[in-house]
């Protein structure tokens, strides 16, 4: 955690749906909450986390920070979609110097695209085999014409990008520090277009899937099954005109997509508990606009037998009621655990 005094990032969340901004700010007492908001995105302007319409997306991040009052330049970001891969591997135990430059070498035999056209990273777990002779460690690889995309975007607009994150460890971050809770959890956010899931035991990430699938699935269906265009579709699915006659072919819209997700969630579930039993999931958290669906909560829990629970990414943090109204901050919390988890990380880095 940064100093009292130490300026932070502000956490900028592109998704295929809407742009997600959240600034706090360090004081004696923790974190403040100093101003969030999000706005909606022309559809296609973001898709599979690639960044298609550059006007409209920088017109939006643009009036985020103008409306907001946001003099801060300096942002993190984060990204994820099929450019994206997170995988745990096993590797034999070496220095920090050496496991630096052996990782570009292993990298290959895990990643579908050419080395040349990714940025590597990676997180040294320190899971020594009962051997001592291997460890295992996280290997993130993004495609470098996604991460240049967002970068150059940004810097058109005269913020500094100083970080690009993954989300699911974005969201990771955020819910270690509004929680505390040490237990074996899968962190799901679902969004428009994806959703990512987040394994996390022992304080490490064992798993971190993005499964192309999200709310925008129900808008589509609304839309194609009624005949109307997807704006009109978007307010029936929140809720914003009543259904009347369709209420039922909705409903069934909503289970037959939600079923879906469940079944993908289940399908992740299974994988991490085949090569970690020792190590069981204890509760699911979800976040992301997706997760607002009325009952999903409930129909997660009927199919998994597990807890289920939102998170709070303000929880433990501060506001001015006088400046952020407090069910505005309410009702956007589940959507801006990404930009919150951007946003406590330091300006220096």
Known sequence: MSSSKEPLLVGLDIGSHTVKVCQLRPGKDGLELMALGNTVLPIDAVEDGRIQDDAAVGEAISRLFRNLKISERRVGVSVSGYSVIVKKISTEILSEQDLAAHIPTVAEQYIPFDIKDVYLDYQDLHTISADKQRTDVLLIAAKKEIIDGYLQLLERLRLK?????????????????????????????????????????????????????????????????????????????????????????????????????????????????????????????????????????????????????????????????????????????????IAAGLAIRPARW
């Not at 009347?244 to 289940?266: A, D, F, R, S, V």
């Open 161 to 337: 990008p100083m970080l690009v994150d993954v989300d699911s460890f974005a969201l990771e971050n955020i819910y270690e520090l509004t929680s505390g809770a040490a237990e074996n959890v899968a962190l799901v956010d679902i969004g428009a277009s994806t959703i990512n899931i987040n394994i996390i035991a022992g304080g490490n990430s064992l798993l971190a899937r993005d499964i192309v699938a999200g709310s925008r699935q129900i808008t589509e269906l609304i839309a194609r099954r009624l005949g109307i265009d997807e704006a009109e579709a978007e307010r029936l699915k929140l809720g914003l005109v009543p259904p009347g006659e369709h209420q039922k072919e909705i409903e069934e819209m909503y289970l037959g997509t939600c079923t879906q997700w469940i079944l993908e969630i289940k399908k992740n579930l299974d994988l991490y508990r085949a090569k970690n039993a020792a190590n069981p999931v204890q509760k699911i958290v979800l976040s992301g606009g997706g997760s607002r669906v009325q009952g999903l909560e409930g129909f997660i829990k009927q199919e998994t037998g597990l807890e289920v629970s939102h998170v709070n990414p303000f929880a433990n943090i501060r506001f001015n009621p006088k400046k952020l109204d407090e069910d505005y901050v309410r009702n956007l919390a589940p959507e801006m655990a």
